[in-house]
């Protein structure tokens, strides 16, 4: 769900090239997500082993990591720890609209609709612990870092960005400039294509600066975590009904502070029966989340066998992972040449 405030954030295209040398922290379940939804047939189904297990984020997982690893970004995945109490709104409307998908989705089955079944079975996805444990037993093998948030991933890895550990936080959520990170990029893991109706456009990854957002939209901190309580964020999903980021920003600025802008919503006629949450509670949330300021982050070693154990126990072709053997030798070696050096 995350935050709603694409129409008001500038952004700048970059090259993947861009980030040679950086090290990233990745929004982990964000990502995962994401693989888990867009990896799939053309009627929907995700990818699958003889078991019938999902497969589709083993497969991301590898291969975008893979890429991006050759490119020279060292890699950190975030995994969620324990969310806020004021989230299982969130979770209760996310499972509302997967039992609405999957009414539509049987439909289209029935129908033999392809396409129907393509669009509703990606508002299916379910991330279990199984697929998590999967997610980081490859991640290790392939030499990436993981964290385990004591909450919010995004939270965590905007703490880590803001101790200057990485250079930017990976995420397709704008919630990570409400926990402060001072550079965001979208887009790292998505394919480098994407089918429209037109034909296929090229994606490149977007780069967000925090700093530069509070410039351009001439507001602080606290006004960017207003526009976000306003628009709707995980704690608040869908905001307060008729304002959207526009209007939430035209508000900041004309009343200023947080207290002042909730104070003039509850004394107007239009909103006072729309502010249905504690905003002060999301304030906190968002201004002193549970992040565990003491982890470590280290770097594991690349282990292809385990690599190639994990990929095979799921039918993946052995051949096309010793192919791509290749291009992590190559990973292992310039890293052993900085350390050298």
């Not at 888990?36 to 984020?57: A, E, F, W, Y």
């Not at 565990?292 to 770097?299: H, L, P, R, T, Y």
């Not at 095979?312 to 190559?330: P, Y």
């Given at each position: ?148 948030a004591s909450g919010e991933g995004e939270a ?67 006004q960017l975590i207003t526009i976000g309580v ?112």
């Amino acid at each position: 769900m995350g935050l709603q405030i694409t129409d008001i954030v500038p952004k700048k295209e970059i090259e993947i090239s861009d980030l040679r040398g950086k090290t990233i922290a990745v929004d982990a379940f964000n990502v995962i997500y994401q693989f888990l939804s867009t990896i799939r047939q053309p009627d929907g189904t995700p990818l699958m082993d003889s078991k019938q297990r999902v497969t589709s984020h083993l497969s991301g997982l590898f291969y975008r990591n893979l890429s991006l690893l050759q490119e020279g970004i060292k890699l950190i995945y975030v995994f969620d720890g324990k969310h806020p109490e004021l989230k299982r709104r969130t979770h209760e409307k996310r499972q509302e609209a997967k039992d609405e998908a999957k009414e539509k989705y049987e439909k289209a089955v029935e129908a033999e609709d392809i396409e129907g079944m393509g669009k509703y079975s990606r508002s299916l996805v379910r991330l279990d612990e199984e697929k998590i444990k999967e997610s980081k037993e490859l991640l290790n093998a392939m030499g990436i870092a993981i964290v385990q948030a004591s909450g919010e991933g995004e939270a965590q890895a905007s703490y880590i960005c803001k101790k200057g550990e990485t250079y930017a936080v990976a995420s397709q959520d704008y919630d990570c400039l409400l926990f402060e990170t001072p550079l965001l990029i979208q887009n790292l893991t998505l394919a480098k294509k994407r089918k429209t109706v037109s034909g296929y456009v090229e994606i490149k990854p977007q780069l967000i600066e925090l700093k530069g957002v509070l410039g351009e939209l001439g507001i602080n901190q606290e006004q960017l975590i207003t526009i976000g309580v306003l628009s709707g964020t995980d704690y608040n999903p869908g905001g307060i009904l008729g304002i959207g980021p526009k209007k939430a920003l035209k508000l900041v600025k004309e009343h200023k502070t947080a207290e002042a802008v909730f104070k003039f919503l509850e004394s107007d006629e239009k909103f006072k029966d729309k502010v249905w949450f504690d905003w002060k509670e999301i304030f906190e949330l968002m201004k002193n989340p549970d992040v565990d300021k003491s982890c470590k982050i280290e770097f594991p070693k690349i282990d292809f066998e385990k690599i190639k154990s994990i990929l095979m126990e799921h039918d993946f072709s052995e051949e096309r992972i010793e192919s791509q053997f290749d291009k992590l030798r190559e990973v292992k070696e310039k890293n052993k040449q900085k350390t050298l050096f």
